[in-house]
T-cell receptor, first 115, second 116 residues
Framework: GAVVSQHPSWVICKSGTSVKIECRSL??????MFWYRQFPKQSLMLMAT?????????EQGVEKDKFLINHASLTLSTLTVTSAHPEDSSFYIC???????????FGPGTRLTVL | AQSVAQPEDQVNVAEGNPLTVKCTYS??????LFWYVQYPNRGLQFLLK??????LVKGSYGFEAEFNKSQTSFHLKKPSALVSDSALYFC??????????????FGRGTQLTVWP
């Protein structure tokens, strides 16, 4: 099956710093990647949809200047949490898809803790 | 708009007993339905999907789901539960048209606990 990786798997940072999370599709080319946020024991909240080579589409209420998404190649998308604060602490999950018609394959997630 | 509902936050069953995790859906157009499982601090793993065809869909790890159009339900089932099935289960529906094509809408999740 299709494999999606995320790096790092966990990160602890100080308030005010920026953190970059990578999402890679290892054995297929992903035209579309999705970024989700999940709070403890809650469902996944879609943050943004990114298509390779174009700007990400952010969901309502998600600050695009705070959560920078780059999808520069067909196998890599990055999420940068800028000027992180404790309330940004969460589990971030990405998924990748061949295109909008195909199913999503999920990464293992990244646990972000902001002190 | 597409949506799914998982009416139970928690399901508890004894090992060896059958299990059911409920999901109902509301869609415009044909439903593309999915079940995913999540273990602690892990991403989502795909279990099964319904696109078209037989109403009974068989998936990974012995799970199956029955698509019921009249009841707009897509309940997840397994004939004999294992302790290792204990996890968080998500039902999802996918947008099949428009600007949000491909987007998944998740239920709130159901925590399944299987007791030895």
């Amino acid at each position: 099956g299709a494999v999606v990786s995320q790096h790092p798997s966990w990160v602890i940072c100080k308030s005010g710093t920026s953190v970059k999370i990578e999402c890679r599709s290892l054995d297929f080319q992903a035209t579309t990647m999705f970024w989700y946020r999940q709070f403890p024991k809650q469902s996944l909240m879609l943050m943004a949809t990114s298509n390779e080579g174009s700007k990400a589409t952010y969901e309502q209420g998600v600050e695009k200047d705070k959560f920078l998404i780059n999808h520069a190649s067909l196998t890599l998308s990055t999420l940068t949490v800028t000027s992180a604060h404790p309330e940004d602490s969460s589990f971030y999950i990405c998924s990748a898809s061949l295109d909008s018609y195909n199913e999503q394959f999920f990464g293992p997630g990244t646990r972000l803790t902001v002190l | 708009a597409q949506s799914v509902a998982q009416p139970e936050d928690q399901v508890n069953v004894a090992e060896g007993n059958p299990l059911t995790v409920k999901c109902t859906y509301s869609v415009s157009g044909n439903p593309y339905l999915f079940w995913y499982v999540q273990y602690p601090n892990r991403g989502l793993q795909f279990l099964l999907k319904y696109i078209t065809g037989d109403n009974l869909v068989k998936g990974s790890y012995g799970f199956e789901a029955e698509f019921n159009k009249s009841q707009t339900s897509f309940h997840l089932k397994k004939p004999s539960a294992l302790v290792s099935d204990s996890a968080l289960y998500f039902c999802a529906v996918r947008d099949t048209r428009g600007s949000t094509l491909g987007r998944l809408y998740f239920g709130r999740g159901t925590q399944l606990t299987v007791w030895p």
